[in-house]
């Protein structure tokens, strides 16, 4: 079974500050892996989608990595803002079972 | 820019009563999802469709049935609604499976 931990469960960090957030995986027979955001009583918003064959994803100030021998992703923000405050969640598309495993979140808060 | 829309942002219905959530995407996606999404539980699928009245179940399909009758609208039914269905609905859709997937608002649903 694909469990999807990821730690912490809530950040608080100055704005301005480089981050990491972290995301692991118990199988690593993944497809891909993507992360979202969520904001208060919202939606998801894709953020980064990397195929297991790529090792890393950017966008803007966000940047993804992979390591799936190592069951581990990072989503790495590059100076935080307040607008950055939310919860952010990792997923994986598991080979041959058509459905992403969610973890259940990293809460961030950038503080003005 | 895809967009998923829900019928509703906030739902409340009684004990017992026949519940319709409806989802439609503008994108010409193949797959479309059904999440519920409760604290401490993180995302649980309840069902998706590849096609057009094709449908699967997911984790938690008991007590929902679905409905995929055109290729953009995907329909949630509580066929007698619990309490324990008091829950934040999601839908979803990408364009194939395991590929970026595009989330609704959300509905949040209380059942009295």
């Known amino acids: 079974k694909q469990e999807v931990t990821q730690i912490p469960a809530a950040l608080s960090v100055p704005e301005g500050e480089n981050l990491v957030l972290n995301c692991s995986f118990t199988?690593?027979?993944?497809?891909?892996l993507q992360w979202f955001r969520q904001d208060p009583g919202k939606g998801l918003t894709s953020l980064l989608l990397?195929?297991?064959?790529?090792r890393e994803q950017t966008s803007g100030r966000l940047n993804a990595s992979l390591d799936k021998s190592s069951g581990r992703s990072t989503l790495y923000i590059a100076a935080s803002q307040p607008g950055d405050s939310a919860t952010y969640l990792c997923a994986v598309w598991r080979n041959n079972f058509n459905k992403f495993y969610f973890g259940s979140g990293t809460k961030l808060n950038v503080k003005p | 820019d895809v967009k998923v829309t829900q019928s509703s942002r906030y739902l409340v219905k009684r004990t017992g009563e026949k519940v319709f959530l409806e989802c439609v995407q503008d994108m010409d996606h193949e797959n479309m999802f059904w999440y519920r999404q409760d604290p401490g539980l993180g995302l649980r699928l309840i069902y998706f469709?590849?096609?057009?009245?094709?449908?699967e179940k997911g984790d938690i399909p008991e007590g929902y049935s679905v409905s995929r009758e055109k290729k953009e609208r995907f329909s949630l039914i509580l066929e007698s609604a619990s309490t324990n269905q008091t829950s934040m609905y999601l839908c979803?859709?990408?364009?194939?499976?395991?590929?970026?997937?595009?989330f609704g608002p959300g509905t949040r649903l209380l059942v009295l």
């Open positions: 199988d690593s027979a993944i497809y891909n």
């Open positions: 469709s590849y096609d057009v009245k094709m449908k």
């Open positions: 979803a859709s990408s364009r194939l499976a395991g590929e970026t997937q595009y």
């Open positions: 990397i195929q297991s064959s790529q």
